[in-house]
């Protein structure tokens, strides 16, 4: 008899094994408890937390913003670049080339041309905009490489052109490197054009019209 109760008892115990670790992993861990306090568990409540007047919590609604991604994270990513602490808006820039929605392309490009945008900050928006890879906004980009008299700005301008790699870009970055006696522009500005040449070389060869097929097909003319 004793013999049968120990024997249930571990069966006892080994059937309830799985039920017990399933229960665990429901139950939330102590980090994940205190980052659902600290730092929130959805948009609305970082969106909330960004007008906090502490700015690590704002650089953490920030943070939990731009990991959660998708167009939603776009707007107050955005709303972020006025924030009146530099970090913040440092951050929220850099999150948004991360997030790489083309939603965010005209306010960027838009914060490239005012006065009042340190240059430091630009180079961010440069940057952000070369890993969104936004094509519409190659014309403003080109408009920016033309007025700008910072190297470094031009630089980073190049960078972004490069990434975006639109062949039609391919001219005016020649142009550029032309015109301006700096190592550093020649060197991004040969890295785009790399970039430009490949992108060229990787799409599918055009088919020809049906007039193009007609001329090579039809009779030779005398």
Same mark, same amino acid.
């Given at each position: 008899?004793?013999?049968l109760s120990i024997v249930f008892a571990i069966t006892l115990g080994l059937v309830s094994l799985p039920a017990y670790a399933q229960m665990r992993n429901r139950?939330?861990?102590?980090?994940?408890?205190?980052?659902?306090?600290?730092?929130? %568990?959805?948009?609305?409540?970082?969106?909330?937390?960004?007008?906090?007047?502490?700015?690590?919590?704002?650089?953490?609604?920030?943070?939990?913003?731009?990991?959660e991604g998708g167009e939603e994270s776009v707007k107050p990513l955005l709303q972020a670049m006025a924030d009146s602490d530099r970090r913040v808006r440092v951050k929220a820039?850099?999150?948004l080339g991360q997030v790489g929605d083309p939603a965010a392309t005209e306010v960027l490009v838009q914060a490239l041309f005012l006065n009042n945008v340190e240059?430091?900050?630009?180079?961010?928006i440069l940057a952000a905009l070369g890993r969104i890879r936004d094509p519409a906004s190659v014309e403003r980009l080109l408009d920016f %490489? %033309?007025?700008?008299?910072? %190297?470094?700005?031009?630089?980073?301008?190049?960078f972004a052109l490069g990434e975006i790699a639109d062949p039609k870009t391919r001219g005016p970055i020649r142009s550029l490197k032309e015109a301006w006696d700096d190592a550093d522009v020649d060197r991004l500005a040969d890295d785009a054009l790399a970039k430009i040449d490949a992108r060229?070389?990787?799409?599918?060869?055009?088919?020809?019209?049906?007039?193009?097929l007609e001329k090579r097909l039809g009779p030779r003319r005398p």
């Open positions: 008899m004793k013999t139950v939330p861990k102590p980090m994940e408890r205190y980052n659902r306090t600290a730092k929130g %568990s959805n948009m609305a409540e970082w969106q909330r937390r960004l007008s906090d007047p502490q700015v690590h919590v704002r650089l953490e609604a920030l943070q939990s913003i731009g990991e820039i850099d999150l240059h430091s900050i630009k180079e961010r %490489s %033309s007025q700008t008299d910072d %190297s470094r700005l031009l630089c980073m301008c190049i060229i070389a990787a799409a599918p060869t055009q088919q020809p019209s049906i007039l193009e």
